[in-house]
């Protein structure tokens, strides 16, 4: 072996395995950076940046994430539909309530690569809002936090 040489992981040579986390009194942003790690594979020896070596993530309990300070009063989510005056606002409180699963969503994704490779990765984390899931064949392990 040329030890000059760096290992460079392939994508169809990783073991990528499931893990369950339960979100009750979980802090958003600390779980999502977590969750961001595993999606990405840092976690692994074998980490590659150009490839997928990260695993598949399943949350339950979503609707019991916490915030810290006043953000859940206070917190404004935003997004622009292209259309002239089509900024739309939600405050956290709100979307709690209506999509309670979309707030986990939004903080990884915006740790995630913003490309392509990226994407894909996000395709990879599950998120419920109660305390079950359909990917009981897939035997998650339990990881905490």
Do not use: C
């Amino acid at each position: 072996m040329d030890l000059n040489k760096s290992y460079m992981a392939k994508e169809d040579q990783v073991e990528k395995k499931w893990y369950v986390i339960d979100g009750a009194d979980k802090i958003v942003g600390r779980l999502a950076s977590a969750i961001a790690m595993r999606l990405r594979g840092k976690h692994k020896a074998i980490f590659t940046p150009h490839n997928d070596t990260g695993d598949f993530i399943v949350v339950v309990n979503a609707d019991k994430l916490r915030f810290t300070g006043r953000k859940l009063e206070n917190k404004i989510y935003r997004h622009y539909t292209g259309f002239i005056g089509g900024l739309k606002e939600v405050f956290a409180k709100t979307l709690r309530e209506k999509k309670p699963t979309e707030i986990l969503t939004r903080a990884v994704r915006g740790m995630l690569p913003k490309n392509s490779l990226g994407r894909r990765q996000l395709k990879k984390l599950k998120i419920y809002a109660g305390p079950e899931h359909p990917h009981k064949a897939q035997k998650p392990e339990v990881l905490e936090l």
